[in-house]
């Protein structure tokens, strides 16, 4: 391996090359440009491109493209050369300013929920001067934010960006009334990315992969996940080889790029980064997700980032992990040594509690997809309830708190919250609840319910927002009260009593706490479709709107998306499973019929008397099964033409999931029954044991 240092970021036109190749004073100034979030003067621009130019084309690069992220989910780029004609036959390197800090693009084919109509189907990107620009495959990508003509957002980054804004502003106000110095705060993410990889030859056999990115039928395995022997296994040579290409391509993209091992189920991966500021770890899961796919094509295999890919086998998630801190090196969720750090802690926790109990509705959309539907609530994710963890320690210090006790005999003091009894809070992974949505883990918070395809820009979109909402409600108050302390005081002994509902230490994945979560009066969002019906309720819209983030009409496109991907992706599902099922599955049981007949009666015929019991027992049961299973396909077939009739894209995702999911399940269950008893020569498809075990 090459020297790391070095290879790390050498990608990346970032600070350390800006300062080398920008004169100073351009340099200085595109740096407070960044710090203050002003918008580039072009004559800055002009300067900057123009070495991002030089430095690009030394690095072999030939193009550049505007790399933005469309609703979606994915990242979208349009090369452009450099070379603009010279005038006499030959042609120079161009790289202007303009085209820098601002692109156009047709942004008629990209899904904007109606926000654009085709007649105004331009829209354009913008730099995000925050985020540095990078080279991949010979070109220049510069990160961007993507806006229609009227300033709407058409992608998932602006929202983030303007999320970011609000909760430092919000944080803050916060920070100045402890008489902090501090001049940034910053909220920064880990997204730990799970996958799963297959070899390539195996997955070709099977459309379902191919087209949906998950098995359709498929019987359970011999061997599955029971004997707990994947996770943290000794890796295979050629995944091992896989990693260590998939570090160095991220190392030079500047990823942190830090834990490589295997998760719970067999061919289960997991790639955790070191934690970045939200909109460069939003920018660089992206590139994870992208690279993942990329180096695993090199080595013969296919990385699936779907959320289920297989029945019965645990799904991939992605821990979102979620902290704030300041320019000063301060972690904001991180308790401290003093009482005055400590009141702080708690005020900032209490915030998320608060936070996270009256929005539990927009933390639950932000999860949203037809992928993760299958996953959550199956006990080996989090349930589709919302609630948090916080560890007995912490609980306890809590409903101290709630109950005013310890604090009672003494003389109340300024500042005293949590001073006498905060302990560290050592993050230990053996006590770790790990069934929990949203566990507190020492000094961040990690959301589990997120899927593995998704982007994350959406989910810390309402992170940052519903934590400012809250901070900028305490920050009213604390900068009203007549004295601080008391009003501190009073003010998280009052959150924690409203909010306390929303914290739970015990088994997530149990009966009991279904049952717990519906006293308690918390919301449970079982599907996508249940889900998006709160999205753009008055009560988000305005939360939204009051922080500059989203507004109603943006808030409504990505509703309207989110319905259309939701329905549009389980009708390739059943289109693929109906053609699997008519065109292979049925005709190889049907040959497999034909050959036990034959069997049978040339038995009968050569030995000249009934020996064929065998083949007629099982005939028989093959026989009914494929009864069934037609039945079933025509019943698919017919549920499936039903939501043609619809409109609406509420209403058809509602028939989707009420009517063609169940539907496809039904068929799932004959196929796979079916396939435990035909001849294996004789079935179309690698089984479970043949994908998930076909890594060698
Ligand atoms: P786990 O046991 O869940 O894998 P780790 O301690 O390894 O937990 O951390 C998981 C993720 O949390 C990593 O991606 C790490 O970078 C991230 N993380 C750690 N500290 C912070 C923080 N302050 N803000 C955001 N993410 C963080
Ligand atoms: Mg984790």
Redesign the pocket.
Known sequence: MKDIPELFGSMVFNDKVMEARLPAEVYKALKSTIAEGRPLQLDIANVVAAAMRDWAIEMGATHYTHWFQPLNGITAEKHDSFISPDGECGVIMEFSGKALVKGESDASSFPSGGLRTTFEARGYTAWDPTSYTFIKDDTLCIPTAYCSYGGAALDKKTPLLRSMEAVEKQAMRVMKLFGSDCRRVQT?????QEYFLVDRDVYEKRPDLIFCGRTLVGAKPNKGQEMDDHYYGAINPRVSRFMKELDEELWRLGVLA??EHKEVAPAQHEL????ATTNIATDHNQLIMEFLKRIADRHGMVCLLHEKPFAGVNGSGK?N???I?TDLGE?LLSPGDTPSQNARFMLFLTAMIRAVDKHQDMLRISTVSAGNDHRLGGSEAPPTVISIFLGEQLTGVIDAIIADKSYHEKKRKSLEIGASVLPKFK?D?TD?NRTSPFAF?G??F?FRMPGSAVSIAGINTVLNTIFAESLCEFADRLENAADFGTELNALIREQLTEHRRIIFDGNNYSAEWGEEAVRRGLLDLRSTVDALKYYDSDENVAMFERFGVMNRAEMHARREIHFENYAKIINIEALTLLDMLKREIIPSAIRFEDRLAETGLRKNEFLGRDCAATERKLLEKVSGIVEVLSDCTDELEAKLAQTRELSGTEAVAGRFHDSVLPAMEKVRRAADELETIVDKRFWPYPTYSEILYSIK
């Open positions: 920064s993410v880990g997204a730990e830090k834990t955790a980064p070191i934690y821990h992990n979620w902290s801190g972690n993050q992974s770790r883990t000094n961040k990690e």
